[in-house]
């Protein structure tokens, strides 16, 4: 059977390609790494690949506001044919591929107006802005998954432990219809909670200020989802802080939590195959 | 001409603004001042010729937030009137300015031409909009204590309608100037010349320059090259440069006389580096392959220290520091210190390795600090602060995960404070079967700048940081580092190399050019450089200047000439500029020109080798310092509360969380562990690969406390404290003559000391000090030899002075041991904090009657009585039991016991867990030699505060508990166990001494040293 094929995307200060890579690469994917200009060169397209990643960084320093800098070259650059980045990315949903972006990349989908993209036409809606506390944090938190879900990548995932790692994930909505349509659609795929999945709605379990305490979006069709914490940094359960108890619990289990998202998305692509 | 416009973004005014939140609190706080309203608006200043159509969209779509800002188009955004004052902060010309070049790429973007750096066109300030009307001083003040540090921004400010928007300033271009500095002066003008140049060469040095420009036959050939008979401006900074002590450790070369004025003994010590450092490596070196353990690759002679991994990968370990450029400038000084010393392991051998992990070891004066600033000294608060957000976007910018550290506090570092910077990388076993750690030249191959760009910033840096500090220290040496430049140059860099197209590669820090190419040209016997050809951030820079710049974020690669073409393709893909700017040659000449014109021509022998050596005074006499009086009975708790409270024990929480410590997702051990992740940990372990279970632990240790009593034991006691924290982690020591036991180990030693030669004016104590150093290396290298731990690279800082207004701050003696090991599999590491009622607790490692120095005789407020003393001949064996109980997976929790001693250790170990222990001090107590009565307070002090070196706490689960105390023997005591319930019991003599909930202990010890 046809391997299921993830295109990672590095390269102007990405830097979780790595990991991410290595995910799809555990959950039985072939995964690439490319740099960002050998797709725009045209040397490398997205034709073949199953799946598209964003990974997590500072692209361009974080410089202009997450992700903006990369989002305008998706918006403005065009390859040889004269489509934009953008234009390839529509072209691969329309296809049946599917996108993930993390942290830096859900920026980065957010204001290329991929995420959530309830209109349908890649205006921006929504924008990830300064957390409330100001800073830049590390920390490990919950995050409950809608149900159902409305994406495949969190297919029976209920609560999940990961970590956050960033300045801007505070979820912002430009207008109240496009609220509501988060609302009523399900587009808010993941919210930070408690160890016991109540929604969080303190700092720190909820750690920057979203709104509805959003962690991830997702669009209506549910192929494209974007993320602030990184399931990619809980492959092995050696990542997180408690794992020396969380193994004996676990009966020996190494296995991440993070580790499921990309299960899924491999069975679920593997499964729908023609 | 194109014409000047404006645009400026602010977020929309329903939305919190958490910057201007953060102003107004430290307003409040530091300086008494309640703002009524702040917005902060970013203005983007342009000179470009864009018709109205495109300004828009670059205004509405390129820079502003469609959702989240409003944006103003040559004039303010909406919802700014209501302002009554204003603050403008620019860069000064010059300074790195990522936002704006970040505007200017957005801008290419959208024209659809490729991105070029230079000339700047788009240029980034920060507007800040105050609701109160304040005058003009109340302003400044704000600016300048709050809001920018004027050595690299510039401000204005006043009431509303005096508001002038920036307009980019012109780079004047200048005629290429190459000036000839006559030496034929008397000695005191020599002086006077080293001194207004920013030479910091002395008297003796500046002769031997001298001397080798007088050779007739050099004159005469020099007269037919077309250069002077004297030395060019350019010939003699390179000189100044090459022979600073930055870049010749001179003191750490010098022929010391040592006398130590308790025994009477003398002794003459031909070079510290020599005779302690490089003599006991090599001795390590020798057993190790005696022993078939062939992991140590290269020492001491390229920017990082290699160790091998296994038969693919190598490791490559770096710490340095950065503490002037910290001083002057905390943020710009920790961000170029960070990812200056991440271009050392990037330009190891061949080069492009890839980045592992960032280890940050701080020294500052305390966040309390309230003596008087002197002039140029920033509250050292303000310093800390700046740091960290250096180390911050240093590190997480670059994706590299920060997983270890510490932070000190002296009043003696609020002059200057210490900023060690280390990384781990690990670089390919070899590219194309050619070995990676090897530097390889050959006449005719190329001379490649990758990078950043040239402009003037940092000029006299190598120089500056051999001076003390004065307020009159030059404004040019400090710089802003590009982390993003950095990531895209370390991106291309590691492909390049994988592709075979570098043969060598170096980093281009302190001198640059001429350090990084002076340093590779003796290995081709010699090189040209074109100076033209190097790119510049802007125009009007001299000759000289070019040469000597420490623009930051560029490497010198060589490149045969036939992988050139090949060389720039990649760097077009990457962004990256690349160019040829000179080539290696056979004449033994470093030769420099500009536009045909030549610049300089230096001998290659001269420069390296024509150094005058120094001789210096070094005299040791025993401190004697008196102990505190401490009242025979104390509130045990109430002690404990407030250690846990000190400024060098309380959390470091704030601070840890603001770094990525996991990026790259194999972070195993993270300074921060247990359920609700705050248990403070021992080393920080990371693994290598997806693949496969092996890792790296690293540790710091460091204990300058202790120098005050004794250096040596200060030194040795760092240096224990490193080892045993990856011992305590699940580490395993060397041990030469067990062929399977090959795992490696590898220390940085970093030296950070006052000004040590001695001036019977300046600096009347300088052979006490000197003495110091020389007990500190001594230190190093028995502690080296004891446990077979070889330096491998390290550096030293040697005036880490403060001056000014006739004072002086000296920073106590400081050593930093950076240590790193190899971890044949990750999962049996050990974390500190305490994971189930019912555990044996014990006390590994023997107590001594060493209270002086200790962080609790710092609570009564003296320091004497006797230092802590590392015993290797105990400490080794119980290392090696530790190790086996380890093997057989014994230990549940361990934790090395430093600062506060066994009390503080074990409150640690419950932080976060939910937990609580019940431990008697008795068998502690009663063990201790000496220290009068079973019942006497000293005893029930040195068990319970006592800094003894080489003791961990450890919790083994009930069925291990036999086995575990066969393993250990007498090295174990067993003191109690943990408990369900979440409280803190300690009892002595059967009586309670504390007896708290952990949840207090938890609140003192909980603490934001910086808001």
């Known amino acids: 059977m046809k391997p299921v094929r993830a295109l990672v995307l590095t390269g102007f200060g990405i830097n979780c390609q790595d990991e991410l890579a290595a995910a799809y690469r555990l959950a039985g994917a072939e995964a690439d790494i490319v740099h960002f200009n050998e797709w725009l060169a045209g040397t490398v397209s997205l034709r073949g690949y199953d799946v598209l990643n964003f990974p997590g960084g500072f692209s361009f320093g974080d410089d202009l ?54 209109g349908g036409t890649f205006e921006q809606e929504v924008s990830l802005i300064v957390n409330d506390s100001g800073r830049f944090e590390d920390r490990w938190c919950h ?99 408690d794992w020396a108890r969380r193994r004996e619990a676990a009966g020996g289990n190494e296995e991440g939590e993070g580790l499921r998202l990309f299960r899924n998305i491999v069975d679920h692509i593997r499964r729908n195959r023609p | 001409m194109n014409t000047l416009h404006h645009i400026a973004c602010t977020w929309n005014p329903v939305l919190p603004d958490s910057r201007c939140a953060a102003i107004r609190r430290q307003a409040e706080r530091h300086l008494g001042l309640r703002l009524k309203g702040l917005k902060h608006i970013s203005v983007y200043a342009m000179r470009a010729g864009l018709d109205a159509g495109q300004l828009a969209r670059f205004a509405r779509e390129g820079l502003s937030d469609a959702v989240a800002q409003q944006v103003g188009i040559d004039r303010l955004p909406e919802g700014c009137g209501g302002f009554a004052s204003f603050i403008l902060v620019e860069k000064r010309p010059g300074t790195t300015d990522d936002e704006g070049l970040s505007a200017q790429r957005t801008l290419h973007d959208l024209l659809g031409v490729p991105f070029s750096p230079a000339p700047q066109e788009v240029f980034s300030s920060d507007l800040y909009l105050l609701e109160d009307a304040l005058d003009g001083p109340v302003l400044s003040r704000l600016a300048v204590e709050l809001l920018c540090n004027p050595l690299v921004h510039q401000y204005s400010c006043g009431p509303m309608a005096s508001l002038a928007l920036p307009v980019p300033e012109e780079e004047p271009e200048g005629e290429p100037l190459v000036e000839t500095v006559p030496l034929e002066v008397s000695d005191d003008e020599l002086d006077a010349l080293s001194k207004q140049r920013l030479l ?105 220290g290699v160790v091998r991994v296994d038969r693919d990968r190598l490791f490559v370990f770096k710490v340095e520091t950065h503490n002037s450029p910290s001083a002057l400038d905390p943020f710009g000084g920790a961000i170029t210190g960070i990812l200056g010393n991440n271009r050392d392991p990037l330009g190891t051998g061949r080069g492009g390795a890839t980045l592992l992990f960032n280890t940050d070891v701080l020294c500052f004066g305390p966040p309390s600090y309230a003596e008087p600033l002197l002039p140029g000294q920033l509250h050292p608060r303000r310093v800390f602060a700046g740091v960290r957000q250096g180390i911050e976007e240093g590190g997480n910018k670059s994706g590299i995960p920060t997983i270890n550290g510490a932070i000190v506090f002296d009043p003696r570092y609020a002059g200057k404070p210490l900023v060690y910077c280390g ?209 025979e009975t104390l509130d045990h708790a109430s002690v404990l509360k407030r250690l846990l409270a000190s400024d060098d024990i309380c959390s470091r929480e704030e601070v840890i969380r603001q770094y990525d410590h996991e990026v790259k997702g194999r972070t195993v051990v993270k300074p921060l562990m247990g359920p609700r992740g705050i248990a403070p940990q021992d080393a920080g372990v990371m693994r290598l690969s997806f693949d496969d279970w092996r890792g790296i632990a690293v540790s710091c240790g460091i204990a300058p406390r202790y120098g005050d009593l004794d250096a040596y034991a200060m030194s040795a006691g760092a240096f224990d404290e490193a080892v045993r924290q990856i011992v305590s982690a699940g580490g395993q020591l060397p041990e030469p003559g067990r062929l399977d036991e090959s795992t490696f180990w590898c220390a940085n030693d970093n030296f950070c000391v006052p000004d040590s030669v001695y001036d019977a004016e300046k600096n009347p104590d300088g052979k006490y000090k000197l003495a110091q150093l020389v007990r500190m290396c001594q230190a190093l290298a028995d502690m080296a030899r004891a446990y077979h731990v070889p330096m491998t690279s390290g550096k030293d800082s040697m005036k880490n002075d403060f001056r000014a ?84 997976g014994l230990v549940r929790s361990s934790h090395d016991l430093s600062d506060g001693g066994l009390a503080v250790a074990l409150a640690e170990t419950t932080l976060g867990t939910g937990l609580g222990l019940r431990v008697e001090i008795d068998p502690v107590a009663s063990s201790i030699e000496g220290g009068g009565a079973l019942d006497s307070p000293r005893r029930l002090r040195a068990a319970l505060y006592g800094e003894s070196h080489s003791r961990f706490v450890a919790t083994v689960k009930p069925k291990h508990c036999a086995r575990f105390e066969k393993i250990l023997g007498g090295d174990a005591v067993r003191i109690g166990e943990t408990t369900a319930e979440p409280r803190f019991q300690i009892a002595w003599q059967g009586r309670p001494l504390v007896d708290c909930p952990c949840g207090e202990l938890e609140q003192a010890w909980r603490k934001e040293l910086l808001t």
């Open chain 1, 143 to 241: 995050c409950r998954a809608e149900r159902p879900a409305r994406t495949p990548f969190l297919e029976d995932i209920d609560v999940i432990a990961l970590p956050v790692r960033h300045k801007e994930g505070k979820l912002v909505i430009r207008d109240a219809g496009i609220r509501q349509a988060i609302r009523e659609q399900g587009l808010c795929a993941l919210r930070y909670c408690d160890a016991g999945g109540e929604i969080a709605t303190e700092y720190p379990a909820l750690p920057n200020g979203a709104e509805m305490s959003c962690a991830a979006l997702t669009d209506p069709s549910g192929r494209v989802l974007g993320m602030m914490p990184h399931p990619e940094a809980f492959l092995s359960i050696y990542n997180h802080p």
């Open chain 2, 423 to 631: 990384t781990g990388a690990i670089m390919p076993d070899n590219y194309n079967g050619l070995p990676s750690w090897e530097k390889e030249i050959a006449p005719g191959d190329l001379v490649v700048m990758a990078g950043g760009r040239v402009g003037k910033d940092g000029i006299h840096g190598a120089t500056f940081s051999s001076l003390g500090l004065d307020k009159h220290s030059p404004r040019s040496a400090v710089q802003i580092g590009s982390p993003i430049t950095q990531k895209m140059l370390s991106d291309f860099l590691v492909v390049a190399c994988k592709r075979g197209l570098v043969k060598c590669a170096t980093d281009n820090g302190a001198g640059g050019l001429s350090s990084s190419i002076g340093e590779l040209a003796p290995m081709a016997g010699g090189a040209e450089i074109w100076l033209e050809r190097v790119p510049l951030k802007y125009p009007g820079l001299q000759p000289w200047e070019i040469f000597l710049s420490e623009s930051q974020e560029r490497m010198t690669l060589v490149v045969a000439k036939e992988s050139a073409p090949k060389l720039a393709e990649l760097a077009g893909l990457y962004e990256v500029e690349a160019t040829v700017i000179g080539q290696f040659t056979g004449s033994g000449l470093l030769e420099v020109s500009h536009g045909g014109r030549p610049v300089a021509r230096l001998d290659l022998d001269f420069l390296h080798d024509g150094l005058p050596r120094k001789h210096l005074e070094a005299e040791w006499r025993r401190p004697v310092l008196p102990e505190p009086e401490i009242p």
């Open chain 1, 65 to 118: 506001g997450a992700g903006k800098a990369l989002a305008n070259k998706m918006r403005f650059c065009r390859l040889r044919s004269g489509r934009t980045l953008l234009d390839e990315i529509a072209g691969h949903l329309e296809a049946g591929g599917f996108l993930l972006g993390i942290c830096n990349g859900f920026q980065i989908l957010v204001k290329s107006g991929l995420l959530p993209n309830i």
């Open chain 2, 200 to 304: 910091s060469l002395d008297r003796v040095e500046m002769k031997a320059i001298q001397a080798y420009f007088r050779d007739p036959e050099r004159r005469a050939r020099r007269r037919g090259d077309g250069l002077p008979a004297e030395p060019t401006d350019c010939e003699l900074e390179i000189l100044a440069q090459t022979w600073s002590e930055h870049c010749k450790h001179k003191e750490f070369n010098a022929l010391i006389h040592y006398v130590d004025k308790d025994s009477g003994r003398e002794e003459t010590i031909d070079s510290l580096f020599k005779t302690y450092i490089r003599a006991s490596t090599a001795e390590i070196a020798r057993r190790l392959e005696e022993a078939g353990n062939n992991w140590l690759v290269k020492v001491f002679s390229d920017n990082a």
């Open chain 2, 805 to 888: 207004a006739g004072k002086k701050i000296s920073v106590p003696p400081t050593v930093l041991y950076s240590v790193a090991a190899a971890l044949p599999d990750v999962r049996r590491t050990v974390t500190s904090e305490i994971k189930e009622a019912g555990d044996g607790v014990y006390l590994l490692g023997r107590t001594y009657d060493e209270l002086g120095a200790s962080e609790f005789q710092r609570l009564f407020g003296a320091a004497g009585g006797p230092v802590p003393a590392v015993r290797p001949e105990q400490a080794r064996p119980l290392y090696f039991k530790m190790m086996a109980a380890n093997r057989e």
